[in-house]
Each structure stands twice: as C-alpha cells, then as structure tokens.
C-alpha cells in the first residue's frame, strides 16, 4: 500500500485527538468503590444519614474533581432489627461486593456487623453505634466515627458534683444502647461521691401506660435528679408521663445526653433539662454546610417538621465518616482498586457464615481508614485506636420555645467552665445561670421528704453511764416504747442535719452494749446506716466506715490529785518567791551597782578609800545595803548618785515583788499536782484508771504501759472514789470526759499534760456514703456560727464555770522569774555603765599629762592604774579645811623660811612678796594649798639637788 503523504499530516493529528479522547474518557471514569449503607430508614437517624451521606460525598468529589475512586453508596433498609442487619451486611459482602460498610445504625446490629465483618475483612464505619458493647477492641474492623457514650461518663459527673446532688437515679433504655452505658456512668457518679440509690430501666417497647407507673414510682421516693439515656422515640413517652406525673416542676433536676440533645428537635424535651451536646467550633464552613443540609433535609422529607431540620451530632458524625471512607478510598493504590469485589477463598455458599472469605482489599482499607486526618465539620477528625477523638462537651439549657442555651463547656483537661478550652478559676467548675424546671431560677436540692423511702437507721448507744449523761444519752419509755435520745452529741447531728439542702428521714435505734470499735464494724457491715455517739475518730475504726469532720477536738490527757505544799516547804519558803535566775541575777546586779559606784567614788570620797580590805568591804556592803536603802556612804559625785538612783527604783520594785509574792505563798493554798507530767507517771509503778470501752486503754498500752497498771472504771465516780482511796494516782482519758469529771469533782484535782491530740467526735457512716461530706459541710457551718457555742453552753456550761484546773479559789502562786523584769534589769545595767564609762573617760583625759610618752602602753596602764588609786588632789573633798592641824587663816610672809621649815622640814627656796593663806597641807606628798583669794596655787616639793632646801611650783 502506497503513503500518501498529503494524507500523512491529517491522520497524525487524528491519531493524537483520539489517544487524548481516550485519556479524557480514562479521567472521566474512575473506579466505583462500592460501600454499603445499612440504616433504619424510619428512624430520625435513619432520615438524617440519607441525607448527609450523599451530601457529604458530592461535597467530596465538588472539593477533589480529579479523585481516581468514587465511592458508590448501597443502601440497606434493616428496619431496626438485628437480622435484617445481619442479613444486608452479607448480602453487601458477598454478593454486591462492597469493599467497606456504614452503619449499621444501632448498637445492638452494630455487634453481629462487626462480627461479620471482622470474619471478612471488611472495614464497618458506624456513625451513631454509640453503645461501649461494641468497639475495636472486641471486633478488629469495626471503627466509630461517633463519640462513645463511655466519654460522656465524666461530664455528667461533673454537672452531679457542680450542682451538689449527692443523690442521681438513671432513666435507661434496657438494650446494649442504655444498659452497656450504665456501668460508665454509676462509676463516674461514685467517683464524684454521689449515690445511685436505684435505677430505672425502660424496655424499649415499653407503653406508656408502663411508662407512666414507672415515673410515678419514683415521684414517690426520695432523690429528684434524673439521667435519661434512651433513644428519641422511648424519650418522648419518658417526658410526656414526667409531665403527668408533676416530675417537669420546680424541685426537679433533669439531664440528658448527647443522643438525646442532638436530636432535641424530635424529642421535644421540656424546658429546664440540661443536656449534653458534641461541642461544634461556629464555623463560616459549618454555617453554609448546615443552610444548605436544612433546605435538602426539608425537600427529601416532605413531612418533617421545621425542629427537625436541625443538624445535630448524628448530622456531623455521619457527614464526617462519609468524608473519611471517600478519603481512605482515594488513598488506595490502582492495584487494589483493580482487585476483584468481594470475598476469595470461601469455602462455602453466599450464607455460610463459618465459610465466608476474606476481601481482597479490607486490610489496607482499614488501615486507610483509620490513618485519615482532617478537618471536619465536628472539628479535627481522627480515629485512635479506631475510637473518634474526644473534643469537648457543650452543656445547654433546653428554653421553652425549643431552642439551645449554652451554659459552658466541660472538657477532660478543664473541666467544667464557661469558655471553651480555658479552665475555670473555681475549683468545681463555673456555668451560667441555669433555668430549671416549672421556670425555677433555684437549684434543686436533689432531694425531697419521701413518702415511702425507709427512714436511716441511726445507733445510740444505749448503756451511758449517768456520769456522761451531758455527752449522750438514750432513754426507752417502759410503758409507751418510746425512745428518747439527748445530750451534746445528738443535738450536734440533728442541727447538722437541719442545714442539709434536703431532707433527711430518721430515726434512732439503740444499740446494745458494745465496744465503739464493734458498733463501727456494725455501721460498716450494714447493720446500722450510721452511728450517733461520742465515737472518736482513729485510723483502725476509719477501715470500716466514713467519717464525717470532727464536731468535738478532743486529746488525751490526765486528771491527777493536788497537794497544799505549804507545809513541806514552810522553812525555805522565803526563797520560792524568786525562781533561782532572778536570784541569781539580782545578786549580780547587786555587786555591779556597788562597784560602779566605788570606781567613781574611790579618787575622791574618803568613805570608799582605805586598805584593800576595808575598800572590798565597803564595796560589798554598799552594793546589798541598797536592798533596805540603809547605805550611810555620802555619794560625791553626780555620776554615782544618778547610777544610785535608777538602781534603788529597780530594788523598789523587785521589793515589792517579792514581798507580794511571799505573802501569797503563806495565804493561799499552794496546790500541786502529785503526777507533774506523763514521763513521771510512766516511771512510777502505781496504777492508771481508764475508761471502759474507750480506745485510750489500746493507747496507753502501744505507748509502754503493762495490762496490769490499766484499772478500767465505767463511770466518773468510780474513777474519784479510786484517786481518793489511793487504787490509781491518776485517770487518762479524753479531754470532754475529764472536763465532766472536774465539773463534778471541782476540788483537790487538776486536768495536765495532754499526752497527743486525737481525731476528735465524729459521726460514722459506711464506706462511700454521700451524707459524709453533706454532713461534714453542715459541721462546719454549724462550728462557725454561734449556734454550736450555745449547744455547748447548754450541756457543759460557760468555760468560766468550770473553774481552774484545782478547783474554786485554790490556786498555785508562780515565782517570779528574770523574764518579768529583764527590761528593769536592762535600764540599771546600761545606766551605770554609761556612768562608770564617763567617769573614765575623764579621768583619762585629766591624767594625760602623767604620762610619760617613753613608756609601753603596759607601762601607761600600770601608770593610770596606780594614778587611779591615788586620791584626786582636784576633788574639793581634799581642800584644805580648817580644822586644828591646819593652816588656814595663817599669814605667810615673803620669803618665810621659818614657817617653811617647820612645816616641812625644810625652808621654801625663793623669796615670796604675797601674803597666803594656807587651807591644807600633806606632809606625805609635800603639797600644800595656799589661798590668796582663791587664785593661785603653791606647791612645795623636796628638794633634790643636794641644798637640803624644797623647790616650790605655783
């Protein structure tokens, strides 16, 4: 065949446009992957999945025009019953070759789904499977794009600790929809110290009539807060008996969860319900998805109403795992898109379960599926461990027209608060304001008298001596039967019991003679649902049982016999009123002040010089005379007087002192207690009395007394009778008890040394009660306010009644220590110090002169020391007076030899033409002082240069 080559240009571009025809229509096409839907068309769900999942998958496909796989959806219709379910999946399965399934819808087909499917290998999505009976764990290809319920556990527990119920009964559907939940939820509302006192399990083809005798039933106990967790249509008859049964007034509490908040429009619930709601981030994205899902809901269900054209969580789950199969199917190579649908390697028909194969592409399916990230309407979307990830909770006020108001937000890591992703500053959380039923604006208490509930059985005991009838007491009417309980303990709990915020039937019961440590055991084991008594809080009785705050501090201490020491010490009782470091410091203080004043009198007072002995003397007795102000010593110096005289006011004052001291000590009784402290009692050998039934007897034991030292008494007249008899030297018990027992027995006894504290009264109640800490908070309200202060006042009377520790008007007089009159002490002591340091100063400074400038200064002190121990001739004490061996008056001519000699021994050395008058004269130092109207000075020394004639120096 020839070419023509006119022909050539035109047939290349026909070969070209073909090979393009054929890429375009190769793009055009890509693979079905086909997924099957199994739904309960006419469920509310149901309607809503046939609506976004379309959706979900053209707004896909608009977003990725280019995807090489489409995902073909096969619809199922179970109806809501297991075996239609289990019968679509394996038709999908086997014979349509669906390579993944969504749905089914319901929890309970969810489990035999997923158990197909895991034979299979083929991955099932659910998006409304909420129900923890069902999850990866227990079926490998089973994935939930939906939250499970389990995850709303901790949300309602939060709103139960928020809103103070100690009480929450749960309304559930008994199917694996409510009853799987269950379990999650009495756990969380343990854990929040809440009760779950019984619970109400609905059928979910229970009539309303059933309904109806089940909400009235619980009208007539006690708790007023409810959890409801069915499914809408079951809901729906739930609110409507509430309603008829005057369960929607004020005084109720009602939460739901997010099943039934995210498709409020279809329940309808009254208004004053919190519910639990998926929280979804307002988004520009959400708000057009949302528009446009209402107008396509509206079309394709001509009868819905406008409330139900609302997107709720089912809406946004479904949308988001519709997403993500689309995703995952993208992300499958040509490979395993081109592998043959349905199952290889069976062994038997399209119905044999035991023989079915395994698909081709389910593995890498699921792993595509599970790997998927992105962000979806409900937030970032992503599976762990084939769970959808917890975001957060939004908490909201159902309103009477229908509509949501949020009230916070509740997240694992803040807890409840009122914006989102930030933590509250109050530590149980922080919400709006909430309206409740009946349009009540005040919480409800949870709680209400009840009109059939069984009354708490409270123990008393029954065997209190007469001695602590003021503690508690339990009395039964012989002729009538009529029990009677009193004293400090009970009127304590039933004003506790009145600040409760709910009512609290009961009753006393008396129980029999027991140990406290068994009537505790008997709280714990049922037999009584709390003990009222004078119950002392330790670590071995809190096994066993709560216990509530302590309403009584107590500690263990002792209660000792007093003695009058006034004889034993009669003949040295002249030295008690000063304790030895006053004595010892007044003495040294004593002899400080008198050579303070020595030192300044000594140069120039002939009262303070002469030999050693006589001076040491002076000293001695100067400084003590002061104590009777009998010192004769006629002071010089202003120094002196001024040290003297803050001195004589601290003697004053210690004088004073100690003679009132000392009169007290031989008036008043001087009371002592025999036993001064524990360590003495313990190396004593005589007996110690305890109480009966007390754990004081189990202490004293661990703390190293023998069995046979403890004498056990039941009253406190058993245990005066044995101090006075001499059985026991002292009684260790609990400070109530003894105060009672010093109240009786007022005198000749004291309450010392408190050996340790203890835990204190308190209330028991078994293990995980929720009156505990109701009751521990009442406790406390009840200590703050001065209601508890007239409790006490009225079975123990005014402190002030009880008189000291040894009675009315007996009283032991302290001595006086050092640590009353340091500030005195201090006073004198820098006084004198501030005298003597001025005198020295200038002595020094006056005696400069003396020294000579060649000498060490070991020779300068040795120098000044002997210049201080002369006398100071510049004293005005030492002038020449005018007494016999004096000169005064005497004229002294010029050049007197005569007058000179005779007075010295030898004549003056120069000529004089004034005429003195000679005061003084000292033979021993050659000085004299003459006097010419006060103004000069002669001195007349020995002469040393051999004349044998004085030298004179003016």
């Excluded at 003495?587 to 002995?613: K, Q």
């Excluded at 007795?621 to 010089?636: I, M, Q």
Aim: hydrophobic share 45%; aromatic share 10%; with cysteine.
């Amino acid at each position: 065949m020839a070419w023509d080559a006119r022909a050539g240009p035109s047939l290349l571009f026909l070969l070209i446009g073909l090979a393009g025809s054929l890429l375009a229509t190769s793009r055009a096409q890509p693979t079905d992957v086909k997924v099957g839907l199994i739904i309960n068309a006419a469920s509310p769900v149901g309607k809503i999945a046939n609506t976004t999942i379309p959706m979900a998958l053209d707004d896909f496909y608009a977003a990725f025009p280019n995807s090489t796989a489409r995902v073909q959806i096969l619809h199922h219709d179970s109806g809501g019953d297991v075996v239609a379910a289990a019968s679509a999946a394996l038709q999908l399965i086997t014979v349509q070759g669906a390579r993944a399934i969504l749905g089914p819808q319901s929890s309970v087909e969810s489990t035999f789904v997923a158990d197909l499917g895991t034979r299979a290998e083929v991955p099932v999505v659910s998006f409304s499977a909420t129900s923890p009976s069902v999850s990866p764990t227990t079926a490998r290809f089973f994935s939930r794009a939906a939250l499970s319920d389990a995850a709303q556990a901790g949300a309602i527990a939060a709103l139960v600790t928020y809103f103070g119920w100690r009480r929450v009964v749960p309304i559930y559907q008994d199917d694996d929809y409510g009853a799987a939940f269950v379990p999650f939820l009495v756990d969380a509302i343990t854990s929040a110290r809440a009760a779950v006192p019984y619970r109400c399990a609905l059928p979910a083809a229970a009539t309303s009539d059933a309904v109806a005798a089940a909400m009235y039933r619980m009208e007539s106990e006690q708790t007023r807060a409810f959890v409801l967790h069915t499914r809408a249509e079951l809901a729906e008859r739930v609110f409507a008996a509430a309603a008829e049964a005057g369960m929607m007034g004020e005084g109720y509490a009602w939460v739901i969860t997010d099943g039934l908040t995210g498709l409020h429009g279809f329940v309808k619930p009254p208004q004053g319900v919190i519910g639990l709601a998926t929280y979804v981030r307002d988004t520009p994205r959400m708000r057009e998805v949302e528009k446009r899902w209402a107008h396509r809901y509206v079309r394709e269900h001509r009868d819905a109403e406008g409330a139900h054209a609302e997107m709720g969580c089912y809406a946004v789950w479904a949308y988001d795992a519709a997403w993500a199969v689309a995703s995952a199917a993208e992300r499958l190579s040509s490979s395993e898109l081109s592998s043959p649908p349905g199952l290889v390697g069976g062994k038997g028909g399209p119905t044999d379960i035991a023989g079915l194969g395994k698909s081709m592409s389910g593995e890498k399916f699921l792993r595509a599926i599970n790997d998927t990230k992105f962000e979806g309407l409900g937030g970032r979307f992503e599976l762990i461990d084939g769970e959808l990830k917890v975001p957060a909770f939004e908490v909201v006020n159902i309103m009477d027209n229908g509509k949501e108001r949020s009230l916070g937000f509740w997240s694992q890591q803040y807890g409840l608060t009122r914006h989102i992703y930030r933590r509250s500053k109050i530590l149980n959380g922080e919400l709006k304001p909430v309206i409740w039923p009946g349009d009540s604006t005040v919480r409800p208490s949870g709680w209400v008298q009840p009109t059939i509930a069984r009354k708490l059985q409270v123990a008393v005991p029954g065997n209190v001596s007469d001695s602590y009838r003021p503690i508690v007491h339990f009395i039964v009417d012989p002729v009538t039967n009529q029990t009677t309980a009193g004293g400090f303990v009970i009127e304590v709990f039933e004003a506790a019991v009145r600040l409760l915020p709910y009512a609290l039937p009961f009753e006393y019961v008396k129980a029999k003679s027991m140990p406290y440590d068994e009537l505790v055991q008997a709280v714990g084991n049922g037999t009584f649902d709390a003990a009222v008594a004078d119950i002392t809080m330790t670590a071995d009785r809190s096994i066993n049982v709560d216990f509530t705050l302590p309403y009584e501090a107590t500690a263990i201490a002792m209660v000792v016999p007093v003695r009058d020491q006034r004889s034993s010490t009669r003949t040295w009782v002249f030295l008690k009123p000063l304790r030895y470091d006053l004595w010892l410091v007044s003495a040294v203080f004593f002899l400080f002040t008198g050579f303070v004043v020595w030192a300044i009198e000594h140069r120039g007072n002939e009262d303070f010089r002469g030999p050693p002995s006589y001076q040491v003397g002076t000293l001695l007795y100067f400084g003590f005379s002061t104590l009777v102000f009998a010192h004769k010593e006629n002071l010089k110096s202003n120094l002196s007087r001024l040290a003297l005289l803050v001195w004589v006011f601290v003697v004053l004052i210690l004088q004073s002192s100690y003679t009132a001291s000392l009169a007290s000590m031989l008036t008043v009784p001087q009371l002592e207690p025999t036993v001064t402290d524990y360590g003495a009692l313990q190396r004593s050998a005589k007996k110690v009395g305890v109480m009966n039934n007390s754990f004081v007897l189990r202490a004293m034991t661990g703390l190293g007394f023998s069995q046979e030292r403890l004498v056990r008494y039941p009253d406190a007249q058993s245990f005066h009778e044995a101090l006075v008899n001499g059985s026991i030297s002292a009684i260790v018990n609990e400070t109530p008890y003894l105060k009672i027992f010093l109240k009786t027995y007022r005198d000749n006894f004291t309450m010392i040394s408190q050996l340790n504290k203890t835990g204190g009264f308190g209330f028991a109640f078994p293990k995980g009660s929720p009156y505990v800490i109701d009751l521990s908070q009442a406790i406390l309200k009840l200590t703050e306010s001065d209601e508890m202060n007239l409790i006490e006042r009225k079975w123990f009377g005014d402190d002030d009644d009880d008189g000291d520790a040894q009675g009315d008007g007996q009283f032991t007089s302290d001595s006086l220590s050092f640590s009353s009159f340091w500030g005195l002490f201090l006073i004198t002591g820098a006084t004198s110090l501030l005298c003597c340091a001025i005198h020295l100063v200038k002595f020094v400074a006056t005696n400069q002169r003396e020294l000579p400038s060649n000498l060490s200064w070991k020779g300068r002190l040795w120098r000044l020391a002997k210049i201080f121990d002369d006398k100071d001739p510049s004293s005005h004490t030492f002038k020449i007076k005018d007494d016999g061996g004096s000169m005064a008056g005497r004229n002294v001519a010029v050049g007197s030899p005569r007058i000179a000699q005779s007075e010295f021994g030898s004549p003056l050395s120069a000529p004089y033409t004034s005429e003195w008058s000679m005061e003084r004269a000292s033979p021993a130092t050659g000085e004299i002082e003459l006097a010419a109207g006060g103004e000069e000075r002669v001195e007349v020394a020995p002469n040393t240069d051999g004349s044998g004639e004085n030298g004179i120096r003016r």
